[in-house]
């Protein structure tokens, strides 16, 4: 796991043991399964998360779109496998263990609501973040690293910067920029390979980000005009 400042980014293996635990820790909070899969593959919010709609989902497509908040970009998400799988796992069992669920459930707007129809409770997902994570990695862990670790994701596999800013998001790409730092650990790693690198080329490597920032500036700036 990455740790920058106060915050945990979580590996996809990481996310995927911590998943593991919670289904077997947790077998009845399917909702905040679905909640943990979506926020970390789609870098949501817990509002954002909590307040998607039916109607913005698309199952046949398959995809979704998403309402982000602080004047952020509303794009249409691809559902990846795992995401389906978790949408079924949840329906299937809030309507088998409750047979008026369903019913309840199509007469109102939400995505994920609690077997009393309620909104998702807030402890009902942060506590096993804090309790596994602790557990599993040593980190208390929060919701807000589930979507940072999306972004930190996206840009360690070598995603375009402006691209990561549209999926996230975000309103300015600063918000986006303040990701790569986290990646000079990576640049060093990688220069210490060669004998003869020096630190002013290590140096010339870590600037490649803010570069690449620069750019996407430039660009956002003239789609601007």
């Given at each position: 796991?990455?740790?920058?400042?106060?915050t945990?980014?979580i590996?996809?293996?990481?996310?995927e043991?911590?998943?593991?635990?919670?289904?077997e820790?947790?077998?009845?909070?399917?909702?905040?399964?679905?909640?943990?899969?979506?926020?970390?593959?789609?870098?949501?919010?817990r509002?954002?998360?909590?307040?998607?709609?039916?109607?913005?989902?698309?199952l046949?497509?398959p995809?979704?779109?998403?309402?982000?908040?602080?004047?952020?970009?509303?794009?249409p998400?691809t559902?990846?496998?795992?995401?389906?799988?978790?949408?079924?796992?949840?329906?299937?069992?809030?309507?088998?263990?409750?047979?008026d669920?369903?019913?309840?459930?199509?007469?109102?707007?939400?995505?994920?609501?609690?077997?009393?129809?309620?909104?998702?409770?807030?402890?009902?997902f942060?506590?096993?973040?804090?309790?596994?994570?602790?557990?599993?990695?040593g980190?208390?862990?929060?919701?807000?690293?589930?979507?940072?670790s999306?972004?930190?994701?996206?840009?360690?596999?070598?995603?375009?910067?402006?691209l990561?800013?549209?999926?996230?998001?975000?309103?300015?790409?600063?918000?986006?920029?303040r990701?790569?730092?986290a990646?000079?650990?990576?640049?060093?790693q990688?220069?210490?390979?060669?004998?003869?690198?020096?630190?002013?080329?290590?140096?010339?490597?870590?600037?490649?980000?803010?570069?690449?920032?620069?750019?996407a500036?430039?660009?956002?700036?003239?789609?601007?005009?």
């Amino acid at each position: 796991m990455r740790i920058h400042g106060t915050t945990n980014y979580i590996e996809p293996e990481e996310f995927e043991l911590f998943m593991k635990t919670f289904n077997e820790r947790y077998p009845h909070h399917v909702d905040a399964s679905l909640f943990y899969r979506l926020s970390y593959n789609h870098g949501l919010r817990r509002e954002e998360a909590v307040n998607l709609l039916k109607r913005d989902f698309n199952l046949n497509h398959p995809e979704f779109y998403c309402k982000r908040l602080k004047g952020g970009l509303d794009l249409p998400h691809t559902l990846t496998t795992n995401d389906l799988y978790e949408y079924n796992k949840y329906i299937n069992y809030m309507s088998a263990n409750n047979p008026d669920w369903m019913e309840k459930y199509n007469a109102q707007d939400y995505l994920i609501r609690t077997i009393k129809m309620t909104k998702i409770d807030k402890f009902r997902f942060v506590d096993p973040l804090i309790v596994l994570g602790k557990e599993l990695f040593g980190q208390r862990l929060k919701p807000l690293d589930l979507r940072h670790s999306c972004a930190y994701r996206l840009l360690s596999n070598g995603t375009n910067l402006y691209l990561v800013k549209q999926y996230m998001g975000h309103k300015s790409i600063t918000n986006t920029i303040r990701y790569l730092p986290a990646m000079d650990k990576e640049v060093s790693q990688l220069s210490k390979m060669f004998d003869d690198t020096s630190k002013e080329d290590i140096d010339n490597l870590k600037l490649k980000n803010k570069v690449i920032a620069l750019e996407a500036e430039i660009l956002l700036l003239k789609n601007n005009v």
